[in-house]
């Protein structure tokens, strides 16, 4: 619990970064569009969702727990459409 506590905690932290870091586009280019904006916070959020829920089913089972920590930690290391969208965007 501790530990998916501790990795939602800095998913929500490092989603207040990067809403100040887009707020108005302050901290970014302008080659970047609203909906990779969006598409990235969303992102971000759906870690500390899963730990939350993880915090949740650690209760009825340990095994699911590991497992859907394990699958929280794929979903970040897989690439995404944004992701490369992202990368194009930056070289343009």
């Known amino acids: 619990m501790v530990y ?5 905690a800095g998913g929500v932290l490092l989603d207040l970064i990067w809403w100040y870091a887009t707020y108005n ?14 598409a990235f ?23 699911v727990t590991r497992v859907m920590l394990g699958l929280a930690v794929i979903y970040y290391l897989i690439p995404t459409t944004q992701d ?5 965007q930056l070289g343009a």
């Open 4 to 8: 998916a506590g501790v990795l939602a």
């Open 25 to 38: 586009k302050h901290l970014m280019c302008e080659s970047v569009t609203p909906e990779l904006l969006r």
């Open 41 to 63: 916070h969303f992102r971000i959020l759906v870690g500390p969702l899963l730990y939350m829920i993880a915090i949740v089913v650690s209760f009825v089972s340990l095994p």
């Open 84 to 88: 490369l969208l992202h990368h194009r």
